[in-house]
């Protein structure tokens, strides 16, 4: 038998990933019994009504395959939900596509669009699937960075020169996320624009991720960067059901894109997944046919718990970065003396009892981090009392 000369079984590209840090957070509140406050996932039951259609879809059968780009009761209940929400037209059969949660759209997107060289533009902090889906998908992932307030109250905001300087020839897409994870940012109108002029200047995509569209506090309003003028055909835009819904696990998200862009994620989306889960699509047709005041309800119950777990978190020691949308607060952890954020966090969880995330999760330069960690407070009462309780062990300390 002739041996072969040694090669690598692996691939380049997943060669510099690390494991995803905010899972492995949950995993790590699993082995020593934390809170989790870590991954952004509600530990409360899901709307009833959206359950009964799933369990009576799974009782009628709906359970082959779905259209590949998406069940036609959900993409039409998408496009009469977006007309009324963002006053946008689309075309069911040639703008839409149903995807196995954001992420697959967010990846599926990045796959039809980039080509080797290309540079992808990410607003760092950063949700941690960008950078990886960015090198899968054969693209340079670029980052800008979200300066944190430096006033109480005060706005993450990005200088819009180091913007300008990451725009280039091979620039192919911007990565914009709004409501933002990690820092609870609302991108303003004036934001989008300069962002939009630059993506008209210099022709590039607009990638945006509204999952925590419509959670929302003190007035932050939404706005979608696909309707400013200019932008309608380069954007695409991307959200799902696991926020809205409180069904992390169902895996349905969507796209909405430009036709040709369409026809390219509906092909790369096959190939990878053939299709989302039938009977959850038709799920969400019901869940987008919830009356208005469930939208109201959900953005006041999170206002509550953020305003539950803040005042804990600054009576202990932490400094909040106070968000004004998606379920999560940022907070800077240098008033207890830790080296850096991975140290801080692996005594909360191990000692406090209290899982989160560190910050350098966040950032290509963990520098930059090392004295942040995130909190989720998607979570009932009871939890966020529950993980009180542990974090004022804190102020003893
Ligand atoms: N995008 C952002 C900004 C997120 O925070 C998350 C989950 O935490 C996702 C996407 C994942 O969404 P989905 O469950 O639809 O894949």
Known sequence: MTVAPQKSFLSHKVAHFTESVIREMTRQAMLHGAINLSQGFPDFPAPAEVKQAAQQAIAADVNQYAITWGAKKLRDALVRQIGIWQGMTIDPETELTVCCGSTE??????????????????????????????????AKPRFVRLHPPTTPGGEWTFDERELRAAFHHNTKAIVVNTPNNPTGKVFSRAELELIRDLCVEFNVLAITDEIYEHILYDGAQHISIATLEGMRERTVTINGMSKTYAVTGWRVGWTIAPPAITNAIRKVHDFLTVGAPAPLQE????????????????????????????????????????????YYVMTDISAFGFPDDVSFAKYLVQEIGVASVPGSSFYKDPRHGAQQVRFAFCKRPETIDAAAERLRKLKKR
Do not use: M
């Open 105 to 138: 759209a967010i990846v599926s997107t990045l796959l039809a669009v980039c080509n080797p060289g290309d540079e992808v533009i990410i607003f760092e902090p950063f949700y941690e699937n960008y950078g990886p889906d960015s090198i899968i998908s054969g």
């Open 283 to 326: 799920a969400g047709a019901a869940a987008l046919s919830l009356p208005p005041s469930y939208y109201q309800e959900l953005a006041e119950g999170y206002r509550v718990k953020r305003d539950h777990l803040i005042p804990v978190l600054e009576e202990v020691g932490f400094r909040c970065f106070r968000p004004r949308g998606a």
